[in-house]
Antibody, heavy 117, light 107 residues
Framework: QVQLVESGGGVVQPGRSLRLSCAASGFTFSSYGMHWVRQAPGKGLEWVAVISNDETKKYYADPVKGRFTISRDNSKNTLYLQMNSLRADDTAVYYCAKGPVGHFENWGQGTLVTVSS | DIHMTQSPSTLSASVGDGVTITCRASQSIIGWLAWYQQKPGKAPKLLIYKASSLESGVPSRFSGSGSGTEFTLTISGLQPDDFATYYC?????????FGQGTKLEIK
């Protein structure tokens, strides 16, 4: 069955960087676009970024554009999110998600990123 | 960006009731809309995609309808497991956007 396992979250100071990973299994990773979605504590869901199956297309939400970079390694079945210049309002649980189109049929369990001094 | 507005924000109902949640888009998204259920501390779960298609394994008491800018999620015969927060999401245009959520509470 499909499994998505995020890692790399933690506590980081404002202005610093963090890289999240999402290990995928149970499907042909290289055939699917992949997304990151986040949820601030007690708040709703916010889409963050998407990468096409072949890495040729990437799109970002405005709040993270220029600071976050989505990437993938199809040989390792792994999705990444490089987060630079982190701010307090980036504090959230970050989920990776897979969908055949633009809806998300599979989600990871999430990894918590806390930006605090 | 396409803004998604859900109503109501909170809904109180009893086991066995039927309820409807509405999601409005700021511009037409045709039928590119999904609904999710989320329980505290858990990842969201896909219920409905393409406005009215039921995800595999989701009980038939969940149904979706609508097109253009107005959509509804209906739950017929609420079960104890259905009390959760529900989100709509448009995937017509990047950036994808979610509604603010509807919390379904036990009356």
């Amino acid at each position: 069955q499909v499994q998505l396992v995020e890692s790399g979250g933690g506590v980081v100071q404002p202005g610093r960087s963090l890289r999240l990973s999402c290990a995928a299994s149970g499907f042909t990773f290289s055939s699917y676009g992949m997304h990151w979605v986040r949820q601030a504590p007690g708040k709703g869901l916010e889409w963050v970024a998407v990468i096409s199956n072949d890495e040729t297309k990437k799109y970002y939400a405005d709040p993270v554009k220029g600071r976050f970079t989505i990437s993938r390694d199809n040989s390792k079945n792994t999705l990444y999110l490089q987060m630079n210049s982190l701010r307090a309002d980036d504090t959230a649980v970050y989920y990776c998600a897979k969908g055949p189109v633009g809806h998300f049929e599979n989600w990871g369990q999430g990894t918590l990123v806390t930006v605090s001094s | 960006d396409i803004h998604m507005t859900q109503s109501p924000s909170t809904l109180s109902a009893s086991v066995g009731d039927g309820v409807t949640i509405t999601c409005r888009a700021s511009q037409s998204i045709i039928g590119w809309l999904a609904w999710y259920q989320q329980k505290p501390g858990k990842a969201p779960k896909l219920l409905i995609y393409k406005a009215s298609s039921l995800e595999s394994g989701v009980p038939s008491r969940f149904s979706g309808s609508g097109s253009g800018t107005e959509f509804t999620l209906t739950i017929s015969g609420l079960q104890p497991d259905d009390f959760a927060t529900y989100y709509c999401q448009q995937y017509h245009t990047y950036p994808y956007t979610f509604g603010q959520g509807t919390k379904l509470e036990i009356k």
